[in-house]
């Protein structure tokens, strides 16, 4: 049967699906103008801040970066440390969070509580007395260094998310594999991990990319230019006097921003998994 609306309730639904298609706009174009910018400016020898097509389309401000000091030693520092701290920060995050998922305990619910309170510290609060102390061990100036600090900086969160993504995992299948004598370090790399391998690409593309994008921590525990990663190289292309190379800058945000593309476009397709375990329990 039909459902007929009165015009009045006709025009109402008209209009507040054209508020809504107005809206989704506004924010798409709030995302795609800034994406924009940089393509035509990295092609443009006359770039500005101006959202234009190019004066004449030139390679001119990639060929202007594609040098060892200004591209690929600051990137192959960026690879090494966020790469770096990112397999660590994967690694604790499960070991923390396997107990944390198969035990009970009444301290769980603080201990997590005190995670995600962790979370929520802003990261310059706690910048003078993590300096004071790198000074003191000798870390300051140093990449394994600033690969600890990223390292704690992003534990918090990445064991809140494994822990959650290990709940997924049903139980019974680690208690078959204890059956047959396996231990819980074994149980954990070979049952647990790659059934929630979705999880685990999550952790590592958001651990990755937070690290990626950080300038204030390495630009206050690196002191060394050549030890500079490209997040903090990019300050380079604003000069002293408000002169700002925008083409360069441009192209080298697109070369910078290939790492985190192509980390994305690799594990794609076990972002796309899910759990449907449940049925692996049963029969």
Not at 24 to 49: E, M, N, Q, T
Not at 87 to 101: E, G, I, R
Request: glycine share 6%; proline share 6%.
């Amino acid at each position: 049967m039909a459902l007929h609306l009165s015009p009045r309730r006709r025009n109402r639904r008209r209009t507040r699906r054209l508020a809504a298609d107005i809206g989704l706009l506004v924010c798409a174009a709030a995302f795609v103008l800034p994406l924009a910018w940089v393509v035509l400016s990295a092609l443009d020898p006359r770039a500005d801040l101006r959202v234009k097509a190019p004066d004449g389309l030139t390679l001119d401000n990639f060929e202007a970066i594609w040098t060892d000091d200004i591209t690929f030693t600051p990137l192959l520092n960026s690879l090494f440390l966020c790469g770096g701290a990112t397999a660590l920060t994967v690694v604790c995050a499960a070991l923390a969070a396997y107990p944390l998922s198969r035990f009970r305990s009444r301290l769980n619910r603080p201990f997590l509580l005190t995670i995600l309170f962790a979370t929520s510290l802003p990261i310059t609060a706690i910048m003078v007395p993590v300096y004071a102390l790198f000074v003191r061990v000798d870390l300051i100036d140093t990449l394994q260094g600033t690969i600890l600090f990223f390292t704690a900086s992003q534990l918090p969160f990445a064991i809140w998310l494994m822990k959650n993504f290990m709940d997924g995992v049903p139980k019974e299948l680690e208690e078959a594999a204890w059956t047959d004598g396996a231990s819980s370090m074994q149980s954990l790399a070979r049952i647990v991990l790659p059934l929630m391998g979705p999880g685990v690409s999550v952790v590592t593309v958001f651990s990755f990319v937070m690290m990626w994008g950080n300038f204030f921590v390495p630009f206050m525990l690196l002191l060394t230019p050549d030890q500079m990663p490209a997040s903090v190289s990019i300050n380079e292309f604003f000069g002293n006097r408000g002169m700002v190379a925008y083409g360069q800058l441009a192209a080298f945000s697109i070369v910078y921003s290939t790492p985190v593309i192509l980390l994305y476009v690799l594990i794609a397709r076990r972002l796309g998994g899910g759990f449907a375990l449940g049925g692996a329990v049963k029969g």
